[in-house]
């Protein structure tokens, strides 16, 4: 057909690395050479940094130094200590950092899905809402997040608040976007078969809107998740922020890299998490066509 | 029935400029007709069907579906078909046939029923449970067709529907149409810019003028109905059908070059 439906052309999120990472079902011989090569430019990474870091000359006169930028064996082996149940178990706060990403991303979805379809019902407030969302979203959010810590406390609320209102935006928009996508020949159309404006909602608007809204989940998480730990640096006693925050505190460059290990880690799992939920809920959508 | 007494419409652009599409259009379609409209583009074709359907109001004049006037709701049993896909990605075809009656809460075994009939006489039984984006275009358009056959539409209005196919697809789906139109009897106008298929369909061709469009031409097509839709460019008299509507249409095309 001439038209293509409107999720076909959803906005491509050139900021999220992530989805090129996903796996294509047929491997061919070019893929495996991309693999290949990947891994190679890891282990040379990861195998440069080894071994300049135990040249003692190289630690005294470069950047080289352990202390600054420990060691990937060091650094794997913290990490396999905190995943020792223990004083040094690390789960706690991984589990602190989840919980508040998790709830602060649930809660800003919903919320900016419901918002987004609320306020493409309305022509009159989109236009009278608009410049105050634009000012909203365009004022750095993570410059609310002192406010946030000291209207929220320290701690976990604080968290979620914060998370909540980055996702929220990024959310918001896309699902306003997606909903008001929708061609006015296709809600003609089910005019003529007999839809109520609430009936088209449902089985229009909402379906075209949601598949945007998983066009930006992928960020969402991310967002969520630099919320939560941003957050947890500005005020916490607990969470992978506030590990990152202590290890500062002790100048523990190990610490550090191991966290930020972990929550790349944690990142990543996530994406691909969505991937797999979007996979099923979107199986109609062209991006997964071939799957 | 349709009538148009009067009918006229005038938009105004962006720049604020107010444009005279449809000048003064006055028709009656009766009840079982297939009639088809012609006219270079910009015309103001689309614009006559989304009045009759009560997308968009006129701006002078009064339309008329089945005794009533047509105002700003969608006449009842009213059946379009758009050039755009109309076809929800999200749901299968049968869920799509069946999204008319889903409107209207009709019970699960009516509609189960009716989607049956509808998937038979479109050919696409085998196709019940595939999407959208496994379906080639012209099967697509099968699908809207049936989706608005669903609700027992008594005029069925087209705009273009077969535009972007293929002469291979579009014949068949010609020949389609024709038998379902004879089987189930609603009055049908339809917009198209290919006057081969206009003389193919219809009972009745109306020509429209540059715009301010006002009719020019009104050529009742007399081959008798069952038309063969495969032989039709043999019959003499589609040849001298088509003639007749160029010499008129074909003046509109040269004043406006």
Redesign the interface.
């Known amino acids: 057909?001439?038209?293509?439906?409107a999720?076909q052309t959803l906005p491509q999120d050139a900021l999220s690395p992530q989805v090129s990472a996903t796996p294509q079902r047929k491997p061919s011989a070019g893929r495996v050479r991309v693999v290949v090569c990947q891994i190679l430019i890891l282990v040379l990474f990861l195998g440069l940094w080894e071994v300049l870091t135990g040249i003692q000359w190289m630690q005294k006169n470069s950047i080289f130094d352990p202390f600054f930028i420990s060691r990937p064996s060091l650094i794997a082996a913290r990490i396999w200590l905190w995943l020792q149940p223990g004083r040094n178990s690390i789960w706690p706060h991984l589990a602190a950092t989840l919980y508040a990403t998790g709830l602060g991303l649930g809660v800003g979805v919903t919320s900016g899905f419901a918002l987004g379809v609320a306020l493409a019902q309305s022509k009159f407030w989109a236009r009278v809402l608009n410049p105050f969302i634009i000012a909203l979203n365009s004022t750095p959010r993570i410059a609310f997040v002192p406010l946030i810590t000291m209207l929220f406390g320290l701690g976990f609320a604080s968290k979620v608040v914060t998370s909540w209102f980055v996702v929220f935006f990024l959310v918001f928009f896309n699902t306003y976007k997606g909903a008001n996508s929708v061609?006015q020949?296709?809600v003609?159309?089910?005019?003529?078969?007999?839809?109520?404006p609430m009936?088209i909602l449902w089985?229009?608007r909402i379906?075209t809107a949601a598949a945007w809204t998983f066009a930006s989940l992928p960020n969402a998480i991310s967002f969520a998740l630099i919320g939560v730990v941003l957050a947890e640096f500005v005020g916490s006693t607990t969470g992978m922020g506030y590990i990152m925050t202590t290890s500062l505190a002790t100048l523990n460059a190990t610490d550090m890299f191991a966290s930020i290990t972990i929550l790349s880690v944690l990142g990543v799992g996530l994406v691909y998490l969505l991937r797999a939920v979007e996979a099923r809920l979107l199986?109609?959508?062209?991006e997964f066509?071939n799957d | 029935m349709i009538t148009l007494n009067h009918v006229s419409k005038t938009y105004v652009t962006k720049t604020g400029e107010p444009v005279k599409a449809v000048g003064d259009v006055s028709m009656t379609v009766n009840k079982g007709e297939f009639v088809c409209i012609v006219g270079p583009s910009g015309c103001g074709k689309s614009t006559i069907l989304n009045m009759i359907?009560g997308?968009a109001a006129p701006t002078s004049g009064e339309i008329h579906v089945d005794g009533k006037r047509v105002t700003v709701d969608?006449p009842e049993s009213?059946?379009?078909i758009?050039?755009?896909?109309?076809v929800?990605?999200?749901?299968t075809v049968r869920q799509n046939v069946g999204?008319?009656l889903?409107?209207?809460q009709a019970p699960k075994g009516k509609i189960d029923r009716k989607i049956d009939k509808l998937l038979r006489l479109a050919h696409l039984t085998d196709c019940g449970d595939a999407?959208?984006?496994q379906l080639s275009?012209g099967m697509?358009?099968r699908v809207?067709l049936c989706?608005?056959l669903?609700?027992d539409?008594k005029v069925l209005l087209l705009d273009e529907p077969f535009?972007?196919l293929d002469t291979h697809t579009k014949t068949h789906l010609h020949s389609e149409l024709l038998e379902i139109w004879r089987e189930l009897g609603q009055t049908i106008v339809m917009i198209t810019h290919d006057l081969d298929e206009a003389v193919t369909l219809a009972s009745r061709v109306i020509v429209l003028s540059s715009p301010p469009s006002h009719t020019l031409l009104e050529e009742v097509i007399g081959i008798p109905y069952p038309r063969d839709v495969f032989e039709l460019r043999q019959n003499p008299q589609f040849t001298t059908h088509i003639q007749r509507v160029w010499k008129v249409l074909g003046n509109q095309f040269r004043a406006a070059a």
């Not at chain 2, 758009?82 to 109309?86: E, G, I, R, S």
């Not at chain 2, 929800?88 to 749901?91: K, N």
């Open positions: 057909m001439s038209s293509e439906p999720v061609e020949e296709l003609n159309f089910c005019r003529t078969l007999g839809g109520r009936q089985r229009v379906p199986h109609w959508s062209a066509r | 359907a997308f969608v009213l059946g379009y758009f050039q755009k896909d109309t929800l990605p999200w749901y999204l008319g889903k409107f209207s999407y959208p984006h275009g697509r358009r809207a989706m608005s669903a609700v539409p535009g972007a």
